[in-house]
């Protein structure tokens, strides 16, 4: 009876990710039904479905806000409930609601009529909800590979589009790749070790420091666990794969890969280092400091030569991965509290500048924004979303006071605690240059001619919520910083002091 009541508790632990498994289930149960039903003419879904996987999402949320244990590891030490997953959680189910309500317009102008779509991205949302709890390197590969698969499948959704098969197919070959070799890393982890979870293998390789002789084979498995988990966040020069997937694929799509998955991936990745490889902190941090390196030099300078508006923001994202990294090389409470406060503006400004692309769309549907110059004079036809975009421009560029500017320095000053000096120097000048190509695009919407001219219909509601909440928090974050400033750092100081 003990024992049976010790597993009902885990079933607590991890209640918010099967009450969401168990209704996503029910909704693709209704879809196929209802939308194959004859006697009410085969009605499309697409908007009723969305809805509801909102609602389901909000319903998570406050699951995950509310749950009866603080810290816990359950289901045989293969997950873990604590602090930082309730952060990392509760962000995933935010940018997953945001994602599917600013998709709504574009599945219905974009002829994307399948609800499959909208299952597909609650499906993802639950593996990264497991992905963030893993404490096992075989939950954690499930997990990934379940991700993976919903990747797939959303990147070529757009069936009519010989890009969109393109990316679906590109993303599948190198997805795969990186899958390998990150499964290759953990075989070496327990090939020396004996052990999958986190927590042991710390434990292990504590107390075999001694063995040095045996250490290349864990330094060989820990540097492929990196570049496996580098590969998926599209860290420079693993990022090669990442510019085709992103433009191939539909906008909205591609604002779910820009904001979500990285949260999932950053998450488990601090987690992996911090917790499995602390005693090895000088041998990763080589790794993290070259990768931090080449994505700030290779996201701020190729960036430079783009014209397409969503290779310029995966090459802005590359360049957001390499501050992202700056903070984990420091190993230390207040580099984990700076990438955790990195993280969080860093979805909102992603968030808020995908809903702006996807809202400015022409009256008949058909034109879309594609290149930098169809923003050309924006500042007539549509003011007040010009004004948001600069705004979020700014503060991607690190123009004080804005949210991006208090984000940025904080990860520079925590980066020199650490004496990484030259990362530092190296991320103010990126800084620099990257004021270049955001300033360019102001320039266009405020003083270029068009290649033709576009009358913009109406935005729809759920965009401009989206729009309205993270403009103001990038633009006020300066006056009221203490609540998310302390809800960080004391989540930093509980994982590592």
Request: with cysteine; glycine share 6%.
């Given at each position: 009876?003990?024992?049976?009541?010790?597993?009902?508790?885990?079933?607590?632990?991890?209640?918010?990710?099967?009450?969401?498994?168990?209704?996503?289930?029910?909704?693709?149960?209704?879809?196929?039904?209802?939308?194959?039903?004859?006697?009410?003419?085969?009605?499309?879904?697409?908007?009723t479905v969305a809805w509801l996987g909102v609602w389901s999402l909000f319903c998570t949320f406050l699951l995950t806000m509310h749950m009866p244990f603080s810290v816990m590891v359950?289901?045989?030490?293969?997950?873990?409930?604590?602090?930082?997953?309730?952060?990392?959680?509760?962000?995933?189910?935010?940018?997953?609601?945001?994602?599917?309500?600013?998709?709504?317009?574009?599945?219905?102008?974009?002829?994307?009529?399948?609800?499959?779509?909208?299952?597909?991205?609650?499906?993802?949302?639950?593996?990264?909800?497991?992905?963030?709890?893993?404490?096992?390197?075989?939950?954690?590969?499930?997990?990934?590979?379940?991700?993976?698969?919903?990747?797939?499948?959303?990147?070529?959704?757009?069936?009519?589009?010989?890009?969109?098969?393109?990316?679906?197919?590109?993303?599948?070959?190198?997805?795969?790749?990186?899958?390998?070799?990150?499964?290759?890393?953990?075989?070496?982890?327990?090939?020396?070790?004996?052990?999958?979870?986190?927590?042991?293998?710390?434990?292990?390789?504590?107390?075999?420091?001694?063995?040095?002789?045996?250490?290349?084979?864990?330094?060989?498995?820990?540097?492929?666990?990196?570049?496996?988990?580098?590969?998926?966040?599209?860290?420079?020069?693993?990022?090669?794969?990442?510019?085709?997937?992103?433009?191939?694929?539909?906008?909205?799509?591609?604002?779910?890969?820009?904001?979500?998955?990285?949260?999932?991936?950053?998450?488990?990745?601090?987690?992996?280092?911090?917790?499995?490889?602390?005693?090895?902190?000088?041998?990763?941090?080589?790794?993290?400091?070259?990768?931090?390196?080449?994505?700030?030099?290779?996201?701020?300078?190729?960036?430079?030569?783009?014209?397409?508006?969503?290779?310029?923001?995966?090459?802005?994202?590359?360049?957001?991965?390499?501050?992202?990294?700056?903070?984990?090389?420091?190993?230390?409470?207040?580099?984990?509290?700076?990438?955790?406060?990195?993280?969080?503006?860093?979805?909102?400004?992603?968030?808020?500048?995908?809903?702006?692309?996807?809202?400015?769309?022409?009256?008949?549907?058909?034109?879309?924004?594609?290149?930098?110059?169809?923003?050309?004079?924006?500042?007539?036809?549509?003011?007040?979303?010009?004004?948001?975009?600069?705004?979020?421009?700014?503060?991607?560029a690190g123009i004080p006071p804005l949210a991006g500017f208090c984000s940025k320095f904080y990860l520079f000053f925590a980066a020199m605690g650490s004496s990484l000096y030259g990362?530092?120097?190296?991320?103010?000048?990126?800084?620099?240059?990257?004021?270049?190509?955001?300033?360019?695009?102001?320039?266009?919407?405020?003083?270029?001619?068009?290649?033709?001219?576009?009358?913009?219909?109406?935005?729809?509601?759920?965009?401009?919520?989206?729009?309205?909440?993270?403009?103001?928090?990038?633009?006020?974050?300066?006056?009221?910083?203490?609540?998310?400033?302390?809800?960080?750092?004391?989540?930093?100081?509980?994982?590592?002091?």
């Open positions: 009876m003990h024992f049976i009541h010790l597993f009902e508790n885990d079933f607590y632990a991890l209640f918010p990710e099967l009450f969401l498994t168990t209704v996503t289930m029910l909704l693709l149960m209704f879809g196929v039904v209802w939308s194959t039903s004859k006697a009410h003419g085969y009605p499309v879904l697409v908007h359950c289901f045989y030490n293969s997950f873990v409930i604590d602090e930082l997953t309730g952060l990392l959680k509760a962000m995933i189910l935010c940018s997953a609601a945001a994602a599917m309500l600013m998709s709504m317009d574009y599945l219905k102008t974009s002829l994307l009529n399948v609800f499959e779509y909208s299952i597909l991205l609650l499906f993802s949302t639950i593996s990264m909800l497991f992905l963030v709890s893993s404490y096992d390197f075989i939950s954690m590969y499930l997990a990934i590979e379940m991700q993976s698969l919903c990747f797939y499948v959303l990147a070529a959704s757009k069936r009519h589009s010989e890009f969109s098969t393109e990316a679906g197919l590109k993303y599948f070959l190198l997805g795969a790749f990186s899958s390998g070799i990150l499964l290759f890393g953990c075989s070496l982890v327990y090939g020396f070790t004996g052990m999958t979870n986190f927590e042991d293998v710390a434990k292990c390789l504590a107390y075999s420091s001694h063995m040095q002789s045996h250490h290349s084979l864990v330094h060989i498995g820990m540097c492929l666990l990196a570049v496996g988990f580098l590969f998926k966040l599209t860290a420079a020069p693993f990022h090669f794969w990442a510019p085709d997937v992103y433009e191939g694929a539909p906008t909205s799509v591609t604002a779910f890969f820009a904001i979500t998955p990285k949260i999932a991936l950053l998450g488990v990745f601090v987690r992996l280092l911090l917790c499995s490889f602390y005693d090895m902190l000088f041998a990763w941090q080589y790794v993290l400091f070259f990768c931090s390196v080449c994505s700030l030099l290779i996201g701020a300078f190729g960036a430079m030569a783009q014209k397409k508006i969503k290779r310029l923001l995966v090459y802005s994202s590359v360049g957001h991965v390499g501050y992202l990294l700056i903070g984990l090389c420091c190993g230390t409470v207040e580099g984990l509290h700076a990438v955790l406060l990195y993280l969080v503006i860093y979805v909102i400004m992603t968030v808020n500048m995908f809903a702006a692309i996807l809202s400015c769309v022409d009256q008949s549907g058909n034109h879309r924004i594609k290149y930098i110059q169809d923003l050309g004079l924006l500042a007539q036809t549509h003011p007040v979303l010009a004004l948001t975009m600069s705004a979020t421009l700014f503060s991607m990362l530092a120097v190296l991320g103010v000048l990126s800084s620099v240059v990257s004021c270049f190509y955001y300033i360019r695009v102001i320039k266009t919407m405020y003083f270029e001619q068009p290649t033709q001219v576009v009358t913009f219909k109406q935005m729809d509601h759920e965009k401009a919520v989206l729009l309205s909440l993270s403009t103001c928090f990038t633009v006020f974050f300066f006056l009221f910083p203490q609540s998310l400033f302390l809800w960080t750092y004391k989540i930093a100081y509980v994982f590592l002091g």
